[in-house]
């Protein structure tokens, strides 16, 4: 059986999206979906050509946030909700740069995971 390959699918006038940016100390990854959860783009400060701890940068996370504004700016979007989890220093710099982009950021939430409890902590260090 040969295989098919499938059409990209032309998403047309999509106005809203949302930003899910996932910032640690070491990396920044954004993506962009739609309000369902389809992945349209997606970028990280490795994909950028940033090596070892200049990813974790507030730059680094500027210069994602810049590239997918243009291509976000080429699909017909406007409107961005942006989901922020972790706890790296490019959170605020990826709204920032979207905003300077001339998209308007409608709604900003914090997903990150917060323990009830936690793990159990390790045992006592005897010196």
């Known amino acids: 059986m040969a295989y098919k390959k499938s059409k990209k699918r ?3 006038n999509i106005d809203t999206v949302v930003a899910n940016v996932q910032s640690t100390f070491n990396n ?3 993506s962009i979906t739609t309000p369902e959860g ?3 783009l997606r970028a990280s400060a490795g994909q950028l050509g940033f090596k070892g701890s200049r990813k974790g940068t507030p730059f680094a996370a500027t210069q994602i946030a ?3 504004a243009k291509e976000m700016l080429d699909l017909g979007v406007k409107l961005v909700e942006v989901n922020m989890k972790g706890p790296g ?3 605020d710099s990826v709204v ?3 905003q300077s982009s001339g998209l308007t950021v409608t709604l ?3 997903v990150t995971p917060l323990p009830h409890n936690g793990c159990r902590p390790s045992k006592k260090r005897r010196v």
């Open 10 to 12: 032309q998403l047309k």
């Open 28 to 30: 920044t990854i954004v």
């Open 38 to 40: 389809d992945v349209l």
């Open 66 to 68: 810049n590239n997918l």
């Open 89 to 91: 220093s490019g959170r």
């Open 96 to 98: 920032r740069a979207l």
């Open 108 to 110: 900003l939430r914090d």
